[in-house]
């Protein structure tokens, strides 16, 4: 069975094809874009609507301290945080299964006037030398991938020695998965060909090839823009006001998101 895994993930398999098509239909949080796609106001949109949802993202990104630093964004999708590593003086690479994302990614960069290479590639198989960056930020990308240590390698293999991996992935004992079986609401992008959530214990053993790891649980409910009628008016004037009034260290632990700090 393990062989047989193996060979349907292994890159340019059928399963990184249905991938890559999925990735090609279905562009990350277009369901709240109003403007054309590719237009300025597309990317404002989308970068609002981002950094509103995931609050913790510039504290944890970090974008600002890596200045003159080699950054590789894995899954980069239209670049929202890629421009942000880019605008902040870090020579931004970016790269994407998908065609789609990509070519929205180049017109964003372009739109901003930031400079930064975005190139189609499977970050199972990457076409990087050893050593070839300071710093790799995956956000989103282990639950969809079809070979998750496939990638954790290739990611160790290209950073330099002592180099930082930001990486994340979905918390399987999360106040998300539980609220989603309890309403019967299906996640985000639950349909993609590959969908996995781990436990804090199964991510650390994924990263197990880094020295250094340091990993903490994110992403606490906010308000919804996505869903719409009882179920989402139940959340946003409940679910989510109800949560902020729980002690901490209940709920800290429940957080959708792990996040992985990780040295070579």
Known sequence: MAQALARASRPGSALTESIREYWNAHLHDLQIVSHP????????????YRYDK????????????????????????VGIDLARFARAGADAVGIDLATAPIELAKANLRLKGLSGTVRVMDAEDMSFEDGSFDVVYAHGVLPYTANQDRLVAEVHRVLRPGGEALLMTYNRRSWLNWLSKLTGTALEHQDAPVYRMLSEAE????????????????????????????????????????????????????????????RK
Do not use: M
């Open 37 to 48: 796609i590719g237009s300025p106001e597309f990317f404002q949109e989308l970068e609002r």
């Open 203 to 262: 991510f650390r053993r994924l990263l197990s090839p880094f020295g250094k790891l340091e990993v903490t649980p994110e992403r606490f409910p906010v308000p919804t823009e996505l869903h719409h009628g009882w179920k989402a008016a139940l959340y946003n004037h409940v679910f989510v006001k109800g949560f902020d009034w729980l002690p901490g260290p209940w709920v800290r632990p429940l957080g959708w998101h792990w996040l992985a700090h990780a």
């Open 54 to 77: 995931l609050r913790y993202l510039p504290d944890f990104a970090r974008f600002e301290q890596y200045e003159s630093k080699r950054v590789l964004e894995v899954g980069c999708g």
